[in-house]
């Protein structure tokens, strides 16, 4: 099984070397220049703060080639329409740039407010490397969000919240390709740990048509992610009563309110809430 999984890095590399930096380049997929058309500069350009509900960052991250993950950017472009937070869709090939402007920007103290950090498969994964270099360099994650993620490795202790939503595939799960798997926290006492399986939580829509190419696109799926991104801005500016600008069904609550608690009040199946309080598996 070690074996499978080198090989599996190594042909993903190969890949990567020698088609993504001519299809992506090509068609514009990837912009770190820091020019003024650049999605990610804007998000910390002097003067922009003012046009946004809330202060923080968003980064959303896509899968393979950046190409297969839409729900990333009609996330992004959400956001930015209805100007609630400064947000930018990057694809995963330039998650090394990425972490890179994102301890420059903490550095120059141009990281002001929340900073949420989501991605579909690969580009979920790869979050989750860029949250640790970004504990490294002493800067803490107020959401990370995991679409379908592939092979990610533990959350680290820099993340304050951590929500992953996918849907598992049993008979091929045991592929690390085109699937989704729960992820871990490293420290569970540290990072509130929330983890969503949509082949057997009552979410309220039909979760049959998800699969791991369109997960991130799906209607309910962008309602949650809007909610989590939603209840962390409004904590992290003190009002968390308002947290419900964008509701879930009433069986899907974040782990901070009472229906995380197991208690009766609503029936959950497939949602486990990791936290300091312990873990609760809902059934």
């Known amino acids: 099984m070690k074996q499978f999984f080198r090989l599996h890095r190594g042909i993903r590399a190969a890949v990567l070397v020698g088609i993504t930096v001519f299809i992506l380049t090509g068609s514009g997929c990837i912009d770190l220049t820091g020019l003024p058309n650049d999605p990610v500069a804007q998000t910390v350009k002097p ?20 190409i297969f993950s839409t729900g990333m950017d009609i996330l992004v472009n959400k956001l930015n329409r209805r100007h609630i937070v400064a947000a930018a869709a990057v694809a995963d090939e330039a998650r090394y740039p990425l972490r890179k402007f994102l301890i420059r920007q903490s550095i120059a103290g141009r990281l002001t407010g ?59 799960d045991w592929i690390p390709l085109w699937r989704g798997v729960a992820d871990d926290a490293r420290n569970p006492a540290v990072t509130n740990l929330t983890v969503i399986n949509l082949r057997t939580a009552k979410v309220g829509f039909d979760t049959s048509v998800v699969n ?7 209607p309910g799926v962008q309602k949650m992610m809007m909610h989590y991104i939603l209840d962390t801005l409004e904590r992290a500016a003190g009002r968390p009563s308002e947290a419900g600008a964008t509701t879930l069904p009433s069986s899907v609550h974040p782990p901070s309110t009472p229906r995380s608690t197991g208690k009766a009040g609503g029936s959950v199946i497939g949602i486990m809430t990791k936290s300091a309080s312990g873990v609760t598996i809902r059934k």
């Open 47 to 66: 003067g922009n703060a003012h046009l946004y509900k809330y202060p923080g960052h968003l980064y959303a991250m896509r899968g393979f080639l950046g």
């Open 114 to 172: 929340p900073l949420i950090l989501v991605g579909h498969s690969w580009g979920a994964d790869d979050q989750v490397r860029i949250a640790r270099a970004l504990g490294r360099a002493g800067i803490k994650v107020n959401l990370l969000l995991l679409i379908d993620p592939v092979t990610p490795p533990p959350v680290p202790v820099n993340v304050i919240r951590c929500v992953d939503i996918y849907k598992s595939h049993p008979l091929t």
């Open 212 to 218: 791991h190419v369109n997960i991130s696109a799906v």
